[in-house]
């Protein structure tokens, strides 16, 4: 098993791509801290994968808040004496033409996504350093990461700033040996796209099959969604990864849409 003993602590994991990655790391033998917004959800998914034999916790926490965020860590140190990967994966989409943006929603999106990266991040090295046995940050970053899509600028802003904390996480925690990397997925049916469909369509005016078909898989080679099991397979090969050799890197898994 590739993760025997660790401890990984996965955001957003009650749900979708998260929830993929927590139960995927458990079948490698890592002890799993579900941390999400959801406490009930979150519990319900620890339950689960306690009856499938595997060590997880439900951690109720809303990752822009730092108490909570203090607070969630702790509580999974507690339990098993450290921590030794961190995925940075909850979050949410809100789309709008900028010029009727609600800043709070612009603020909100930033919060979720970016703030929850770096309080989670904070938290978690502290334990890592401390703990002298190096560590594994993964960001669930996005093709958006890298790419522009009209109504998106707080998502594609905030997916983007994902990239400089990245290489930064990536310089900071090298000689802790924490390595530091980033996912950008396209687009992956789960509740958090299937909510995007029915608005992107009222937004542009055209129907629900053409929002599939002609803007987000428009760019893919085959017309395909990117599955949550491709994104934990790359999640599980970064968090294994045994040395500096692969820090500071995002890797795109999108069918092709955007090719470095
Ligand atoms: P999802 O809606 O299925 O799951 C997101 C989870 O995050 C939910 O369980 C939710 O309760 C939790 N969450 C939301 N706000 C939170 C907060 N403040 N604190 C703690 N937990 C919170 O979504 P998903 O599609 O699995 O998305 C997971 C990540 O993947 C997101 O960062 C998203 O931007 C990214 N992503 C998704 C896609 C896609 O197409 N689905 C593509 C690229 C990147």
């Known amino acids: 098993m590739k993760l025997e003993g660790k401890v990984a602590v996965i955001t957003g994991a009650a749900s979708g791509i998260g929830k993929e990655i927590a139960l995927t790391y458990a079948r490698e033998g890592?002890?799993?801290?579900?941390?999400?917004?959801?406490?009930?959800?979150?519990?319900?998914?620890?339950?689960?994968?306690?009856?499938?034999?595997?060590e997880a916790l439900g951690v109720g926490m809303d990752v822009a808040n730092e108490a909570q965020v203090e607070a969630g860590i702790e509580a999974v140190v507690a339990q098993w004496g450290g921590i030794d990967i961190l995925v940075s994966n909850a979050g949410i989409q809100i789309v709008h033409p900028i010029e009727v943006f609600p800043f709070a929603d612009w603020r909100k999106m930033l919060a979720i996504h970016l703030d929850g990266a770096f309080l989670t991040t904070r938290a978690c090295v502290r334990h890592m350093y401390a703990g002298g046995r190096g560590g594994s940050i993964i960001y669930i970053g996005s093709v958006h990461s890298k790419e522009a899509s009209v109504l998106k600028s707080a998502y594609v802003t905030a997916k983007h700033g994902l990239e400089g904390l990245t290489r930064v996480m990536a310089k900071e925690g090298a000689k802790h040996g924490v390595r530091a990397n980033l996912i950008a997925p396209g687009f992956v049916r789960t509740p958090l796209v299937d909510k995007q469909i029915p608005e992107q369509a009222r937004e542009l005016g055209i129907s629900e099959d053409e929002i599939i078909k002609n803007v987000m898989l428009k760019e893919t080679v085959d017309g395909e969604f990117t599955t949550v099991q491709d994104v934990a397979r790359v999640a599980l090969f970064f968090a294994a990864f045994p040395s500096n050799a692969l820090t500071g890197q995002s890797l795109i898994v999108s069918h092709g849409w955007f090719m470095e």
């Open 30 to 54: 890592a002890r799993i801290a579900i941390a999400d917004l959801n406490l009930e959800a979150a519990e319900l998914a620890a339950a689960g994968m306690r009856v499938a034999g595997h």
